[in-house]
């Protein structure tokens, strides 16, 4: 048996009894002091230091409660009812939109508040999985970029979904009626609830997309082998919109986990690998520049299509070093194959 960590969000219902519901800025912190409950300090900052100390980010701004999103966490207590009931310490009795079954034992809860002002409570679970005995019948690779989003050793490519782009203009009219509005008026809340809500809409359409590719990726292939990439140094170059839309990093964590809980293989081949510009037919190595979409081999002559051509490296090395198996895994620092890694 596996034990695999899963998340349940399910968002809280606005009670018949305004007085009862989780309900403007300020409320999770107010009950915390009338109920006596160490309010377990606002998770947001702590991860703002740590983030600044480790580097990652610049000094923690001023947070006004206005605009701090709310959060508690619950390490125990917090139970499912019934269907459409949870009971929550110290609160009582909340509805909840239960629209699927929790699974496993809870570790936890957190009740917390998105942009849009909605309320939800996380349930982290753990759930056993059945052991899955490996195979590699079905492998693939897989070439991620801009030009096409993933490109398998199939041949087959699909197209970035760009969100983020066909919403720009909508967001912008947004943001444009936000700027306009003046500072502390109840039109500028309106006007920043809307803002929100179109990055909720990109966000959910952009997760959704995502999932949907990731498992159907999952589904067919047993052995994914795919390039670690560097995506915090791509997303630092002038091409980091489109990086950011096309959420590279979030796809390799969602293949990650399904692969993990489909009992499946993800094999990551080191970045420095030169995928491109090695020839899967011969292995001779070429130049090219990110312009080269099509390229033919000096040495066989062979025509390549640059992504097609780096999936299918990308598979054989993958191979090779799923038959290598640990040994070269562990000495292989930094810029070898680590399946066991997290993304
Ligand atoms: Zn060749």
């Known amino acids: 048996m596996r034990t695999l960590t899963r998340c ?21 912190p107010t009950l915390c002091l009338e109920l006596g409950i160490a309010l377990q300090a606002n998770p947001l900052p702590n991860t703002a230091f740590s983030n600044f100390f ?13 605009v701090t999103l709310h959060s508690l966490r619950f ?27 929790l ?39 897989i070439d991620v970029g801009l030009e096409s989003f993933t490109t398998l050793s199939t041949g087959e490519k699909t ?3 760009k969100f983020y782009r ?4 909508k967001l912008a009219r947004a943001q444009r009626k936000l700027s306009r ?9 309106k006007a920043k609830k809307r803002v929100a809500k179109v990055h909720q809409k990109i966000r959910n359409q952009r997760a959704d997309w995502l999932h949907k590719h990731a498992l159907g990726i999952v589904r067919r292939f047993d052995v994914v082998c795919i390039e670690d990439l560097n995506i915090k140094g791509l997303a630092r170059t002038k091409l980091a919109k489109s990086f950011s839309d096309a959420a590279l990093s979030t796809f390799m964590q969602m293949l990650h986990h399904k692969a993990e809980w489909h009992g499946q293989q993800i094999v990551k081949v080191g970045r420095f690998y030169a995928s491109s510009k090695t020839c899967h037919h011969c292995q001779t190595k070429t130049t090219l520049t990110l312009a080269d979409r099509m390229w033919t081999c000096p040495t066989c002559g062979t025509t390549h299509d640059r992504d097609g051509n780096a999936a299918i490296n990308m598979l054989h090395e993958g191979i090779r070093l799923l038959a290598v198996g640990t040994t070269e895994s562990q000495n292989a620092a930094g810029d070898g194959v680590n399946p066991a890694k997290r993304w």
């Open 8 to 28: 349940y969000k399910y968002r809280l219902a606005t009670h018949p009894n305004p007085r009862r519901n989780l309900g403007p800025v300020g409320w999770l």
């Open 103 to 141: 699974q496993g034992i809870t570790k936890g809860a957190t009740i917390k508040q998105d942009a849009m002002g909605a309320w939800w409570v996380v349930f982290v679970c753990h759930i056993d999985r059945p052991d899955v005995q490996p195979t590699a019948d079905r492998p693939v690779g």
């Open 181 to 189: 509005a003046q500072k502390g008026s109840n039109n500028r809340l």
């Open 54 to 66: 480790a580097k990652r980010a610049k000094y923690p701004r001023f947070k006004s409660r206005k």
């Open 75 to 101: 390490p125990q207590g917090v139970v499912m009812i019934d269907e459409r009931t949870i009971s929550v310490p110290k609160i009582g009795l909340m509805q909840a939109v239960i629209h699927r079954p």
């Open 166 to 169: 066909r919403n720009q203009k």
């Open 159 to 161: 197209a970035p979904p």
